[in-house]
């Protein structure tokens, strides 16, 4: 189709292999992308894991500008924004996920920027650009990148400036088909200062006036202004020493959710659309009403700074990576998602984090590739949990009642790591690894309920403290297994690795029960064992892996209706066993057309359930029947890229990809649910030869399929009196199409 498209647009002829190496969109997405997926760079193909791997120009080529945009292209992995609080990371791989925003939560997909964990979920899903590399790892990576990436880790590395002087303006705009417009603006700069010292300067700006229509109003929804400035410096003080220092300030503001409310699984309706004059939103649209628009607030600093120091043993290196990160924001949120004041929720949060990683990596007698480190972590969070409900009573004046609550908590976390590649043949390596972690965790918390119109704020420390408690865990993380080289083109690896998922405390405490208590829920403990297959061929790749996972002590949300809203109780629920297959490939079918493709296949169940999951009453073979949230059976992806001359000027690079994922349950109960995708995005590039000049006609989710970031139940009255029903279930943008213009020079 876009072949068509574009030669008709453009009246052009192929081009090459030779000639679209100039940074055609062919010999783009046929690069061997770079990774760091073992704590040193090789190549993505060389790697004994599973990977899916962009680089700077492949980002551009596809055009991701943030990690949603990878949510439906990869197989098993599943990128969601929640949307309860936007910007708020609910990631999945091989069915392994989280469905919560509450401040805390830890994350069975770990998030790493430039090397540095992120240690809080919330506000990390916006807007990215002046990227190096996108890194997605599948499968537990607890031996060199710790607790928390039992479902996987992402990788995101931003650029430095390079040896060459080079900057780069973009300006793009894109609009749906009612909504208002998208506008981006960026920019950066950067190359060598002196001999040995280095700087880059990235600027971006975005103005989002809101895809959605709010029926209640007539109002555009869904706004948000992010800018970000992030300086970057290396220096190279000796031939044996480099140092980055990497900055980043980062400024978002903008509504909040996009609130939908629609019939529940239990089958109620959201009961105040019709006595209000609005028709009920059907689950399978955009259509949203509702009173309050809301809004987040986010501000964030992040320092970054890397050494390098080269030496002799093993021809190694011993590289320090040191993170701080702190972040403040606040939102208001419509959690009813109806056009009357039942539910609003106000919040504040204050996080602080820094790390420091030691480690070293060096390869002896040709043979043993050795890394190992050791690792400090701290992270303080400081949360504010506020709920109005019943404002209409009053006549939407104010709430009928208020609940204020929420808690600090406080971790440390330390760990010790080595990992070994032992060549025992020219063809057979030996893969070994282990890790030993020790965590520990303080906690205050202020429950909800208790709190019934007495205004306070845990940050503010005017919150009556119920709940203190301190606890800590530790685990040994052991990795065995082996790579047999085929050819130099070609492998298959096979291992067994143990990761685990930090315990911890709920700082949301909403229920009434006094059985109910905030924690400490125990660690989630998983066991993978994969067959992989990996190769590269003249005219492209071809990898593929089955993989069983043994999931024990299963750590879940449980999100069910409850008297002040909502109650959300994290516990360990089940074991449970995964068992999965994945393929992707990149073939050339001609010079200048490339075709792409990815399948994926879970078949997800639970072996032993310790919680009444269906709330029937009962723990039975009912409980074990039911799905596991965010673990879809089926994804896949297939995609086409095509370039052709356009006479002397340049050539014209068009692509078109569609993605499919199956529907899959949000809650454990299996009443709410997320729907299936069918995701197409299109787009066509005209570049210059000299590569100076880029512009750019580009369409998203072309079919205008709704997608929830989640499907909450909600109680059918509120307090036994005001009819409530319905779901909060926050929408994400349908189909929308822009233009974008680059300059290089």
């Given amino acids: 189709m876009v072949a068509l498209v574009a030669s008709t647009l453009f009246g052009g002829t192929p081009v090459f292999a030779q000639e679209s190496a100039r940074s055609g969109s062919v010999a783009s997405l046929l690069e061997e992308v770079v990774v760091t997926a073992r704590k040193r760079e090789e190549g993505a193909q060389e790697v004994p894991l599973s990977v899916t791997a962009y680089n700077s120009d492949q980002i551009e080529t596809l055009k991701i500008r943030d990690l949603f945009s990878l949510s439906t292209g990869m197989p098993n992995v ?46 990390v899903v916006f807007d990215s650009f002046d990227l190096e590399s996108i890194e997605v790892l599948r499968g537990p990576q607890g031996i060199l990148f710790g607790r928390n990436v039992t479902g996987g880790a992402v990788l995101m590395n931003t650029r430095k400036p390079g040896d060459e002087f080079n900057a780069t303006i973009k300006a793009a705009a894109d609009t ?14 950067g190359g060598p200062v002196t001999d040995t010292f280095g700087a880059r300067l990235t600027l971006y700006y975005n103005d989002d006036q809101g895809w959605f229509e709010n029926q209640f109003d007539g109002q555009n929804v869904g706004k948000v202004e992010q800018m970000v400035a992030r300086p970057t410096f290396t220096w190279a003080p000796t031939d044996t020493l480099d140092l980055v220092l990497r900055y980043e300030h980062a400024d978002i503001e903008g509504d909040g959710p996009v609130a939908q409310s629609h019939r529940n699984g239990s089958g109620v309706d959201p009961l105040q659309f019709e006595p209000n004059g609005f028709a009920i939103p059907d689950r399978n649209s955009f259509d949203v009403a509702y009173d309050e628009v809301g809004y987040q607030d986010n501000e964030s600093d992040f320092l970054t700074l890397q050494a390098d120091q080269a030496v002799d043993l093993g021809d190694g290196t011993i590289t320090a990576i040191y993170g701080w990160r702190e972040g403040e924001g606040e939102s208001r949120a419509d959690i009813d998602g109806q056009p009357v004041w039942l539910f609003h929720a106000p919040a504040a949060l204050e996080t602080e984090q820094s790390s420091l990683e030691v480690r070293y990596t060096g390869t002896f007698n040709d043979r043993a590739t050795v890394t190992t480190g050791l690792y400090y972590f701290e992270n303080e969070i400081n949360y504010d949990e506020n709920r109005e409900l019943g404002g209409i009573v009053l006549g939407g004046t104010r709430a009928f009642a208020t609940f204020h609550g929420g808690g600090n908590l406080d971790i440390e976390t330390y760990g010790l790591f080595t990992a070994v590649d032992y060549d025992l043949t020219d063809t057979l390596t030996l893969n070994a690894g282990i890790r030993f972690s020790y965590e520990e965790k303080q906690v205050e918390i202020a429950t909800l309920p208790p709190s019934r119109d007495m205004p306070c704020s845990v940050i503010s420390g005017t919150c009556t403290i119920d709940f203190t408690d301190k606890a800590d865990w530790d685990s040994w993380a052991p990795k065995l297994g082996a790579t047999y080289h085929i050819s130099d083109d070609a492998r298959v690896y096979a291992h067994w690795t143990r990761g685990f998922r930090s315990g911890g405390y709920n700082l949301r405490n909403t229920s009434v029960d006094p059985n109910d208590t905030p924690g400490p829920f125990d660690e989630e403990q998983v066991d993978n064992y994969e067959i992989g297959y ?20 299963m750590q879940r949300e449980l999100n069910k209706p409850g008297p002040i809203g909502v109650i959300q109780l994290i516990q360990n629920t089940a074991d449970a066993e995964i068992f999965g297959v994945e393929i992707d490939t990149t073939y050339a079918i001609l010079d200048n057309l490339l075709i792409f493709a990815s399948l994926g296949y879970i078949d997800a169940e639970y072996s032993e359930v310790l919680i009444d999951l269906n709330e029937d009453g009962v723990i039975d073979s009912k409980d074990k029947q039911l799905d596991l949230p965010r673990a879809p059976e089926w994804t896949y992806s297939v995609g086409l890229s095509l370039d052709l001359d356009v006479g002397d000027w340049g050539y014209a690079s068009s692509r078109v990809n569609y993605a499919y994922r199956d529907e899959t349950a949000f809650t454990d109960s299996n009443l709410g649910y997320i729907l299936e995708q069918e995701i197409v995005d299109a787009g066509i590039d005209l570049r210059s030869n000299d590569g100076v000049w880029t512009f750019s006609i580009y369409g998203k989710n072309l079919l205008d399929e709704v997608k929830h970031g989640g499907d909450t139940q909600l109680p059918p009255d509120l307090q036994g009196a005001l009819p409530w029903g319905g779901t909060f279930s926050p929408l994400a943008k349908g189909r929308h199409y822009g233009a974008e213009v680059v300059y290089n020079f």
Avoid: H, Q
């Fill in 78 to 123: 599943v990128l969601d924004d929640v949307g309860t609080s936007r910007g708020t990371a609910n990631f999945s791989i091989r069915g392994l996920g989280i469905n919560s925003s509450i401040p805390g939560i830890d994350p069975t997909v770990g998030l790493f920027i430039n090397g540095v964990y992120i240690g809080n979920n919330v506000g």
């Fill in 176 to 189: 749906g088909e009612d909504g208002g417009w998208n506008r981006y603006l960026m920019g950066a700069v």
């Fill in 534 to 553: 990996k190769s590269t061929f003249g005219r492209g790749k071809l990898n593929a892996a089955v993989f069983y996972n043994e999931i024990s002590d």
